[in-house]
């Protein structure tokens, strides 16, 4: 009938027309979309609304009263709203009318999975609650701890008994077998497709398989066993979730495995763990931490280590100094860790340092090289990495070295090339599940920004642009 109004089907509220801007109902039951309300972040809530709705820039504009191209810049990551009022008044323009948590809403308690644990039982059930906010997705899960956090679980794993029970314990069956089953088939999902890609699934195998077997009683040597084999799992799924950039998430599975190792007499082990997270402190920015935790895992493993792991540890040293521009200790660092793997024996080494060979060696280094400006060997030393890597097996950590050597031609002064190499590469990073490696590629994208006028960049940032948008 003539004058009835109409009404949005979203909402049920507003009148429905071409220039609507309701938003589905569907998109507030996302747990990241209350989470971002809950927190006020404005930025987040736009990148949202144009992931998961259909609802067009101008809509999103008017929503935020806002200009389109302010709306189109934050969207493309060139600009942060940061001003109080904006960001007021961009939170309340989108979620009026919605019921959101309020700021005060249920946080991940800060000391939850940091600390060793004084028995295995008690392990598994410290992992239950980290694997059950990190799956429910709690606001603060994917923060990362400050290293004063996890200061007392280092300290604490340096000053236990040295004994490893790596040499006598040979369960190879049963749970033991099927955990370590499902840990190489999550680590080649991760190293191939990324941490996002199967972490979920992960989560869940943590839940209903690994944590139920750590609370049953079994004899002394099935269960150091099942310890061992179950660190090296949730170290996998740390890894996952650090790539992810879940990093709260990602510290405590790391501190568990690390309990994991220690119940199990598993000294070098830990050190891998310390080691692994020495890596992921080091890409947050916590240089200081990263080369603690390196130091500490050399020490800790002591005379056991063999050379491959003193070289692996020695490099993680050497990023810290590299990225810290502590020149003279990073070349310390890797001449130890060169001589230290010119004398590895592959066969002496554990398993799940394997990976560590000439083209990971290599392009450790070249990090190294590129964090302190010496471009020149940067481009080898990444360009050697990338003819020594075969196969399909680590094509996340290629995208890493190709973005490293872009980085270092475009440091050469050769724009165009630096931008054929960016350009190449984006497939892979949009086809990869990784935050780690759109995190790269956005590093480097920044560093191509001084040359804007040249056609060739012009081209890459606007392809760039889109990728990391998309992976936002």
């Known amino acids: 009938m003539e004058g009835t109004p109409v009404y949005c089907g979203n909402c049920g509220r507003c009148r429905g027309s071409g220039d609507c801007s309701c938003v589905p109902a569907r998109f507030w039951r996302l747990p990241q979309v209350r989470r971002a309300a809950a927190e006020g972040d404005a930025n987040t809530l ?17 929503m935020c009263d806002l200009s389109q191209t302010m709306v ?22 989108i979620t009026h009318g919605f019921d959101i948590p309020a700021p005060v809403m249920k946080r991940v308690p800060q000391e939850l999975g940091l600390a060793l644990n004084g028995s295995a039982r008690q392990t598994a059930e410290v992992l239950n609650q980290v694997a059950a906010v990190d799956a429910e997705d709690i606001p603060g899960v994917q923060e990362q701890p400050p290293a004063s956090a ?40 991760d190293n191939r497709f990324g941490g996002d890609n199967a972490r979920a699934a992960a989560v869940h195998y943590l839940n209903e398989t690994v944590v139920p077997l750590l609370r049953e009683s079994h004899s002394e040597k099935v269960s150091r066993a099942l310890f ?34 220690a119940h199990a007499g598993e000294r070098l082990l830990g050190a891998s763990v310390l080691s692994a997270m020495s890596h992921q402190a080091n890409y947050v920015g916590a240089h200081a931490e990263a080369r603690d935790l390196a130091r500490a895992a050399l020490t800790g493993a002591g005379e056991r280590a063999t ?16 990225a810290g521009q502590d020149k003279s200790a990073c070349f310390q660092a890797m001449s130890e860790a060169e001589r230290a793997f010119g004398r590895r024996d592959p066969g002496a080494d554990p398993e799940w340092i394997g990976y560590f060979d000439h083209a990971e060696y290599s392009d450790e280094v070249a990090h190294c090289h590129r964090d302190l400006g010496h471009s020149h060997v940067a481009r080898r030393l990444a360009e050697q990495s990338l003819a020594s890597s075969v196969g399909e097996e680590y094509a996340r950590s290629r995208v890493f070295t190709r973005l490293v ?27 990869t599940s990784s935050a780690r490696c759109v995190g790269y590629l956005d590093a480097f994208a920044r560093s191509m920004r001084p040359y804007r006028g040249q056609p060739m960049a012009e081209r890459f940032l606007s392809q760039a642009r889109a990728v990391v948008s998309a992976a936002q």
């Open 46 to 62: 736009i990148r949202l609304l144009l992931r998961h709705t259909d609802l067009a820039q101008d809509a999103i504009a008017r």
């Open 72 to 93: 189109s810049r934050v969207l493309s990551g060139q600009r942060e709203l940061r001003r109080q009022e904006t960001v007021r008044r961009v939170v309340e323009g």
């Open 150 to 189: 996890v200061s007392s679980a280092v300290l604490s794993w340096l000053v236990s008994g040295p004994s490893s029970g790596s040499s006598e314990v040979q369960v190879e069956d049963g749970p033991v077998a099927a955990i370590r089953t499902a840990s190489a088939a999550f680590s080649a999902l």
């Open 228 to 261: 061992a084999v179950s660190s090296e799992f949730v170290l996998s799924l740390a890894w996952m979730s650090y790539d992810a950039q879940r990093n709260g998430a990602a510290r405590r599975y790391f501190v568990q495995a690390l309990d994991l190792a």
């Open 307 to 322: 050379q491959t792991m003193r070289a692996q540890f020695l490099m993680m040293e050497a990023r810290a100094h590299a």
């Open 405 to 431: 050597l872009a980085a270092a031609v475009l440091g050469q002064g050769e724009v165009e090339e630096a931008c054929h190499l960016g350009s190449v590469v984006l497939p892979q990073v949009r086809a």
